[in-house]
């Protein structure tokens, strides 16, 4: 079946844009994460869905980050006026029940803040 | 919170040599270790996993070993191929939570 899956793959932001990042988790998956990874660094929790709600948003920079998922499937993790230090790879992953089980990840969206 | 050390930083072993990569985790309520290999410009992909509730676990040249006591988990690959050469990431769910948090990773090349 279908993994989960991230669009776009890449982003080219000028300094200042605002970016939307979205997931499609895989079906049926209840919880859904976000996470950020830095070149050459471990993934790094930004924060987590169950169903539609925001269960966990400690992660998250500042408060220009958000996050949505307001059906509960497709998610859209949204950056305001980007700086530099924003760039990264964004991961999503999604799980089948409320942790701790198996959390597969989509193939991320790389993000340049030039 | 919960802050996963993990070690070496980088290992080079030859074709066929056996190939092992260490964490520590520092919370004890933290019960779930997955292992991810994550290939250049790929998504993580989960190997194996453990639970605090068993010891070791197996999954053909894979196994990974978990002391609760002394906090640490370690993954062993046998008979290494050079398909193996990736980076691999330890994680630790946080007691408590639904976060995973990430080891720095290990950068493991097989050398035909």
């Known amino acids: 079946g279908a993994g989960v899956s991230q669009s776009p793959r890449y982003k080219v932001a000028k300094r200042g844009q605002d970016v939307a990042l979205r997931c499609d988790p895989i079906?049926?998956?209840?919880?859904l994460f976000w996470y950020q990874q830095a070149l050459g660094q471990g993934p790094e929790f930004l924060t987590y869905f169950q169903n539609e709600a925001q269960l966990d948003k400690s992660g998250l920079p500042s408060d220009r980050f958000f996050a949505e998922r307001p059906e509960g499937s497709v998610s859209t993790l949204k950056i305001q006026r980007t700086q530099q230090e924003d760039s990264a790879v964004y991961l999503c992953?999604?799980?089948?029940?409320?942790?701790?089980?198996?959390?597969?990840f989509g193939p991320g969206t790389r993000l340049l803040v030039l | 919170g919960e802050n996963v050390e993990q070690h070496p930083s980088t290992l080079s072993v030859q074709e066929g040599d056996s190939a092992v990569i260490k964490c520590t985790y520092s919370?004890?309520?933290?019960?779930?270790f997955p292992w991810y290999k994550q290939e250049l410009g790929k998504r993580p992909q989960l190997i194996i996993d453990i639970r605090s509730n068993v010891g070791e676990k197996k999954d053909q040249r894979i196994a990974v070993t978990l002391n609760k006591t002394a906090k640490h988990f370690s993954l062993h690959i046998t008979e290494t191929q050079p398909e193996d050469s990736a980076v691999y990431f330890c994680a630790a769910i946080q007691g408590g939570s639904e976060k995973l948090v990430f080891g720095k990773g290990t950068k493991l090349t097989v050398n035909p």
């Open positions: 992953a999604s799980s089948l029940e409320t942790p701790p089980v198996t959390q597969y």
């Open positions: 079906s049926g998956h209840v919880s």
């Open positions: 919370d004890s309520a933290s019960n779930y």
